[in-house]
């Protein structure tokens, strides 16, 4: 399809992290979309090994709540002598974090080989990619023709790390956890998954 093109609640978006470390390394080094694209080929599920297919990746479910995507400004408010409204600059850019709150499935986050926890704290710099959908893709979430492409999505893709992950017990409403990522790059899109 093509990018969103009418009001709608973005119910189907998708957070990824791609698996396979030499797809990585290629986007990491040169950030294209046509490599992004190909970190995001093969869906692999939670507790099956990194195996032969390129483009690994095991998608975030259980989402609950989303943060704003995207670069977040850096406006500094500058009181200016004399004047009745301050002036705007752009402050120092920091980098950013962002942090996610999922419904917590114990076993999805269990610090395991091939689950999301092994993830969590490693120190190893992952793609992610953001996917805003209204529409569920029936034939899967890669970043292809024949799946993502089916619907309309805008996509994002950037360079990061699990830090944290913490637990939030609830005693009247399900479980969450709050997942905590420092993002090590800039956004790279909004893309599209054609037909």
Not at 48 to 55: D, E, F, K
Not at 87 to 108: C, F, K, Y
Not at 116 to 133: A, C, H, P, T, Y
Request: proline share 5%; hydrophobic share 40%; glycine share 8%.
């Amino acid at each position: 399809m093509t990018h969103i093109a009418s009001i709608g609640a973005g119910l189907y978006s998708d957070l990824s992290v791609c698996v396979d470390t030499a797809a990585r390394d290629t986007a990491i080094a040169t950030p294209t979309k046509a490599n992004f694209d190909l970190c995001f080929a093969n869906f692999l599920a939670l507790g099956a090994a990194v195996g032969a297919p390129t483009g690994e990746f095991r998608r975030v479910t259980n989402i609950r709540e989303f943060p704003s995507m995207g670069t977040p400004p850096n406006i500094v408010n500058v009181p200016v002598y004399g004047s009745a409204t301050s002036q705007q600059i752009q402050g120092q850019s920091d980098a950013p974090s962002m942090e996610i709150t999922v419904n917590l499935v114990g076993t999805d986050w269990q610090n395991a080989a091939n689950y999301l926890g092994e993830l969590v704290g490693d120190g190893v710099q992952k793609i992610f990619r953001f996917s805003l959908l209204n529409t569920e893709p029936t034939a899967g979430y890669a970043s292809v023709a024949g799946e993502l492409g089916t619907v309309e999505n805008s996509i994002y893709y950037w360079v990061g790390k699990m830090d944290a992950l913490q637990v939030n017990p609830q005693l009247t409403d399900a479980n969450t956890a709050t997942v905590t990522m420092t993002i090590q790059s800039d956004f790279y899109g909004a893309y599209t998954v054609d037909p």
